[in-house]
């Protein structure tokens, strides 16, 4: 069937078309991906992005005419094409689905070689009960739940220190292969500064076996970002902070080779780069929620 003849069923069967844009439309591993979609007319009462068992909230802008989110690209994705659906709802409550197929391409990660105290390779037995208590805790905070977007504006790094690159990177302690590296290491002295990239909510605040003092943010819309091995903590769980905000302080806690900042960031559960983050463009405000902003 042409593109013309396609419209005319659609427009035969009363649904309007769905325009979805992918930004890029060929993400790397780890990599942010900008969704949007148009609906010219009718407007929607909602938009949901669906990628395999993941459903993603989009939000929804112009009075349900465009609808935009954010989607995080895990970086042990398989590279391929990935094909993905928008299911909207129109003001009568009628389905409207959309197709757009993202392509994920691959990404070279390093291996770091890295000499710890072997209690961290091999913790002692009677830190089992520690290790699965500090899992518990982040599986909570993960499953915090804050629909809504809170930042607005563009990020910024956390702290004024320069990126190791070694986000995803295969790690080997004491010679031993170990889980990937999921975050990104900045390199800065102990007491360096570390602020909030975007407005957000603390939904973690303490000290853990691995990731010694740690703060993790909720910023709302799917995205949380995570500061790990700090020698000070300026916030407690439930705050709210501003971009900008002191969180706390770099230092050398947890499994360590020395002071650094290990900055992470979860998108829809999906492990991506923080530093794709720092590219996004501003985002505006997000409209009140319940009514809609104008129609
Ligand atoms: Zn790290």
Request: proline share 10%; glycine share 12%.
């Amino acid at each position: 069937m042409s593109l013309l003849a396609a419209a005319a069923a659609l427009a035969a069967l009363g649904a309007p078309a769905l325009r979805v844009t992918l930004t890029p439309s060929r993400a790397p591993q780890g990599g942010v991906v900008q969704v949007t979609v148009a609906s010219p007319s009718p407007p929607l009462a909602s938009a949901v992005l669906v990628d395999g068992e993941r459903r993603i909230p989009l939000e929804r802008l112009d009075g349900g005419r465009r609808f935009a989110g954010l989607m995080g690209v895990d970086f042990e994705t398989k590279p391929g094409e990935r094909p993905l659906v928008v299911e909207g709802v129109d003001a009568a409550g009628v389905p409207v689905t959309a197709t757009a197929t993202l392509r994920v391409v691959p990404r070279k990660f390093g291996v770091s070689k890295l000499s710890v105290d072997p209690r961290f390779v091999e913790p002692p037995p009677e830190e089992k009960e520690r290790i699965e208590r500090d899992r518990e805790a982040f599986r909570k905070a993960f499953a915090s739940p804050l629909p809504a977007r809170l930042w607005e504006g563009r990020f910024t790094s956390p702290a004024k220190a320069p990126s190791q690159g070694n986000f995803g990177a295969k790690r080997v302690y004491n010679g031993q292969t170990r889980s990937r590296h999921a975050g990104l290491d900045l390199s800065a002295p102990t007491g360096t500064r570390v602020a909030a990239p975007a407005a957000g909510v603390v939904v973690l605040a303490g000290e853990f076996y691995f990731a010694g003092g740690s703060v993790v943010l909720n910023h709302g819309g799917g995205l949380m970002t995570m500061y790990f091995h700090l020698s000070r903590i300026d916030v407690k769980e439930g705050d709210r902070v501003a971009p900008g905000q002191l969180i706390g302080a770099v230092g050398a806690t947890g499994r360590v080779t020395g002071p650094h900042l290990h900055w992470a960031a979860r998108l829809g559960g999906a492990r991506v780069d923080p530093a794709a983050l720092l590219t996004l463009p501003a985002r505006p405000a997000s409209p009140p929620a319940g009514r809609p902003p104008r129609e």
